[in-house]
């Protein structure tokens, strides 16, 4: 069973841009979560999507945003980058709420 | 707010030595509770979770925790460390079934061979 899927691995931005990172989760798992890994702040949740629906977001500017397609693949996307944007992002799918979440490696953002 | 605090920031253990890692986190309804791993260069795995039952759970690699509620505590343990087990252990709490997992900042384990 292939895991979940994130790309690109690695990216570099310059401050203004805006990203698209993209997740695709294990096959028959319709929640998707999205974290920010940092140094300094650690794991921070983004956001988690379930059936296309966003039901839980993080503590993020409107410059974080996410989308999930029918399909349970998500998205997401950050506008204007900052120097702060740097991090990793992670992933994760679960199927249902009674298992633990399944985590991807993650794209490394570099905003410069 | 929720939180999860993680009492050791870094551990040092020469292998064959046991080990427990401080977790304690600050809702006061019904949680699940997550340890994961995360190897040097590796995603974050599971190691084990708690949702209801037996508070003593099992998990990979001889690795186990104890959820004890009184004390809002969730302690990983493993009887003798590897040198294999050398990572970073993050603790996390999920608030009743909702998807958004809160995690402590982490504990660097280095096991010395």
């Known amino acids: 069973k292939a895991g979940v899927t994130q790309t690109p691995r690695y990216l570099i931005k310059t401050r203004g841009q805006q990203v698209t990172l993209s997740c695709s989760p294990i096959s028959g798992h319709r929640s998707v979560s999205w974290y920010q890994q940092t140094p300094g702040q650690g794991l921070q949740f983004l956001f988690e999507y379930f059936s296309e629906t966003q039901r839980n977001k993080g503590n993020f500017p409107g410059r974080f945003s996410g989308r999930q397609f029918s399909n349970s693949r998500s998205e997401m996307n950050v506008s204007t980058l900052e120097l702060g944007d740097s991090a990793l992002y992670l992933c994760?799918?679960?199927?249902?709420?009674?298992?633990?979440?399944?985590f991807g490696s993650g794209t490394r953002l570099t905003v410069v | 707010a929720q939180s999860v605090s993680q009492h050791n920031h870094h551990v040092i253990l020469s292998e064959a030595a046991s080990l427990e890692l401080g977790c304690n986190y600050s809702?006061?309804?019904?949680?699940?509770l997550f340890w994961y791993v995360q190897y040097p260069g590796q995603h974050l795995q599971l190691l084990l979770k708690y949702f209801s039952g037996d508070p003593l759970v099992k998990g990979i690699k001889g690795f186990e925790a104890e959820f004890i509620k009184s004390k809002f505590s969730f302690n990983l343990r493993k009887p003798s460390v590897q040198w294999s087990d050398t990572a970073e252990y993050f603790c996390?709490?999920?608030?009743?079934?909702?998807?958004?997992?809160?995690f402590g900042q982490g504990t660097t384990l280095q096991v010395k061979p």
């Open positions: 994760a799918s679960r199927s249902d709420p009674n298992y633990g979440y399944t």
């Open positions: 809702y006061g309804g019904t949680v699940n």
């Open positions: 996390a709490v999920n608030e009743g079934n909702t998807g958004k997992l809160i």
